[in-house]
C-alpha cells in the first residue's frame, strides 16, 4: 500500500514540474557559458568615445577612468601654443595624484595645426618634453567635428559646458567618475589659481 502511494506521489511531482516548465523557451548559453552575459557598458558616456593616439594606435577615453583629466585642443603655431610648457609642468605635479593631460591636436583655428601626426609629436617632445598622452589631430568644430567634441560642446550631452570651441587651448575638466566639470577659456593658463583649485578638488575626490 505504501508503496502505490509513493508511486502516486513521484508522479505527481512529476506533473507538475512539467507543467510549469512547458510553456519557457530555451534559453540560448553565452560563449562564457551565462545566458544573456554581455560586456558591461561603461559607467559614463564619456568613458565610450574611440580615440586614436599620435601614434595610430586605438584608444578610448574609458582607458582613463579613475583619473581627473584635462582635455585641451592644442596646436603647434597659436599664440598660447607655450601652454605646452605649463600643462607637462601641471601634468608632472598631479600625475601621481590621480591627473591625467590629454591633448587634441586641431586645425580649425588660423589654420595653425598643419602638421601630420608625426610633426606635431616631434614638435611636443623636442621643444617641450611632453609626455603626457596626446592623440591623433581631428576636428573640434564644424561639420567634421570628432564625437567627443560634439558631446562636450552640445547642450544636449553636456548642458552646463556646453558652446562651441572658441580658439586654441580651451580647455574641459572632467571629474575622477566621467562627470565634466569646469570649462576654461584660451586665456586661462594651466596653473591659473582657479584652475588649479578645481584640479585639487577634484583629485581629493574618490570616484565612486
Same mark, same amino acid.
Given at each position: 500500500?505504501? =508503496?502505490?502511494?509513493?508511486?502516486?506521489?513521484?508522479?505527481?511531482? @512529476?506533473?507538475?514540474?512539467?507543467? *510549469?516548465?512547458?510553456?519557457?523557451?530555451?534559453?540560448?548559453?553565452?560563449? #562564457?557559458?551565462?545566458?544573456?552575459?554581455?560586456?558591461?557598458?561603461?559607467?559614463?558616456?564619456?568613458?565610450?568615445?574611440?580615440? #586614436?593616439?599620435?601614434?595610430?594606435?586605438?584608444? =578610448?577615453?574609458?582607458?582613463?577612468?579613475?583619473?581627473?583629466? @584635462?582635455?585641451?585642443?592644442?596646436?603647434?603655431?597659436?599664440?598660447?601654443?607655450?601652454?605646452?610648457?605649463?600643462? !607637462?609642468?601641471?601634468?608632472? +605635479?598631479?600625475?601621481? !595624484?590621480?591627473?591625467?593631460?590629454?591633448?587634441?591636436?586641431?586645425?580649425? *583655428?588660423?589654420?595653425?595645426?598643419?602638421?601630420?601626426?608625426?610633426?606635431?609629436?616631434? *614638435?611636443?617632445?623636442? =621643444?617641450?618634453?611632453? =609626455?603626457?598622452?596626446?592623440?591623433?589631430?581631428?576636428?573640434?568644430?564644424?561639420?567634421?567635428?570628432?564625437?567627443?567634441?560634439?558631446?562636450?560642446?552640445?547642450?544636449?550631452?553636456?548642458?552646463?559646458?556646453?558652446?562651441?570651441?572658441?580658439?586654441? *587651448?580651451? +580647455?574641459?575638466?572632467?571629474?575622477?567618475?566621467?562627470?565634466?566639470?569646469?570649462?576654461?577659456?584660451?586665456?586661462?593658463?594651466?596653473?591659473?589659481?582657479?584652475?588649479?583649485?578645481?584640479?585639487?578638488?577634484? @583629485?581629493?575626490?574618490?570616484? !565612486?
Amino acid at each position: 500500500m505504501k =508503496t502505490k502511494i509513493s508511486y502516486a506521489i513521484t508522479a505527481a511531482w @512529476l506533473l507538475l514540474a512539467l507543467s *510549469f516548465g512547458c510553456d519557457e523557451e530555451p534559453v540560448a548559453s553565452s560563449p #562564457e557559458g551565462v545566458a544573456g552575459t554581455e560586456p558591461a557598458a561603461p559607467s559614463k558616456p564619456l568613458y565610450a568615445f574611440g580615440l #586614436e593616439d599620435i601614434d595610430g594606435r586605438t584608444a =578610448t577615453l574609458g582607458d582613463f577612468q579613475g583619473k581627473a583629466l @584635462l582635455l585641451v585642443n592644442v596646436a603647434s603655431k597659436c599664440g598660447y601654443t607655450k601652454q605646452y610648457a605649463g600643462l !607637462q609642468a601641471l601634468y608632472e +605635479k598631479y600625475r601621481d !595624484q590621480g591627473l591625467a593631460v590629454l591633448a587634441f591636436p586641431a586645425n580649425n *583655428f588660423g589654420a595653425q595645426e598643419p602638421g601630420t601626426n608625426e610633426q606635431i609629436k616631434q *614638435f611636443c617632445s623636442a =621643444t617641450y618634453g611632453v =609626455t603626457f598622452p596626446v592623440f591623433a589631430k581631428i576636428s573640434v568644430k564644424g561639420d567634421d567635428i570628432h564625437p567627443l567634441y560634439r558631446f562636450l560642446t552640445d547642450p544636449a550631452s553636456n548642458p552646463r559646458f556646453a558652446g562651441d570651441i572658441t580658439w586654441n *587651448f580651451n +580647455k574641459f575638466l572632467v571629474s575622477r567618475d566621467g562627470d565634466v566639470i569646469g570649462r576654461y577659456d584660451s586665456a586661462v593658463e594651466p596653473f591659473d589659481s582657479g584652475l588649479i583649485a578645481d584640479i585639487e578638488n577634484a @583629485l581629493a575626490r574618490s570616484p !565612486q
